[in-house]
């Protein structure tokens, strides 16, 4: 079945950085656009970056353009988000996402909490 686990999340301060990691299974990852999305509390989730298939293209919420980075792995089926310089705002729960024929999938999430 199809799986996505996240993990790198935790607590950092503002102007740190963190990597998170996604991991697939289930569906062949390297044929497959993927996002990463975050959710804060009493927020509805939003989209923060895309990558096409083989990651020759890309694409960012305007609020994290310059400070966070995606990026994919397609021997490992493992999906990256760098973020630098992040910001208390960017404190969420981050998940990854894959948009198969029969619906979407999501990850557990991993939480990322920006504070001093």
């Known amino acids: 079945q199809v799986q996505l686990v996240e993990s790198g999340g935790g607590l950092v301060q503002p102007g740190g950085s963190l990597r998170l990691s996604c991991v697939a299974s289930?569906?062949?990852?390297?044929?497959?656009?993927m996002s990463w999305y975050r959710q804060a509390p009493g927020q509805e989730r939003e989209l923060v970056a895309g990558?096409?298939?083989?990651?020759?293209?890309?694409d960012y919420a305007d609020s994290v353009k310059g400070r966070f980075t995606i990026s994919r792995d397609n021997v490992k089926n493992t999906l990256y988000l760098q973020m630098n310089n992040l910001k208390p705002e960017d404190t969420a729960v981050y998940y990854c996402?894959?948009?198969?024929?029969?619906?979407?999938?999501w990850g557990q999430g991993t939480q990322v909490t920006v504070s001093s």
């Open positions: 996402k894959v948009t198969l024929l029969h619906g979407n999938y």
């Open positions: 289930g569906f062949t990852f390297r044929t497959y656009f």
């Open positions: 990558i096409t298939d083989a990651g020759g293209r890309t």
